[in-house]
């Protein structure tokens, strides 16, 4: 099993930037993909961007460009740099892992772009 918390999120205005962070119970090198995910109200929860160990990359493509995803083993974090925000980034934002086909999620963190 692995926990999962996040962290970072805030209100800031738009053209603004935060980062989040996604800091595990243990070790994350087993951890294949790791992936952050966002659920506006009323909406579905969306896949953002998510990170491979080798590492390859994927983002959504209202994210291109602004938000960038990464991960430190060593700490066992995993991040997004959120920059440039837009007041259609509010949500709340989670991080999730998946291992031997269980999902793990955190919490949660509130992103609120003011414009």
């Known amino acids: 099993q692995v926990q999962l918390v996040e962290s970072g999120g805030g209100l800031v205005q738009a053209g603004g930037s935060l980062r989040l962070s996604c800091a595990a119970s243990?070790?994350?090198?087993?951890?294949?993909?790791m992936r952050w995910y966002r659920q506006a109200p009323g909406k579905q929860r969306d896949l953002v961007a998510s990170i491979a160990s080798i590492p390859i990359t994927y983002y959504a493509d209202s994210v291109k460009g602004r938000f960038t995803i990464s991960r430190d083993n060593a700490k066992k974090t995993m991040y997004l740099q959120m920059n440039s925000l837009k007041p259609e980034d509010t949500a709340v934002y989670y991080c999730?892992?998946?291992?031997?086909?269980?999902?793990?999620w955190g919490q949660g963190t509130q992103v609120t772009v003011s414009s």
């Open positions: 243990r070790s994350i090198d087993s951890l294949r993909d």
């Open positions: 999730n892992a998946v291992e031997k086909g269980t999902d793990y």
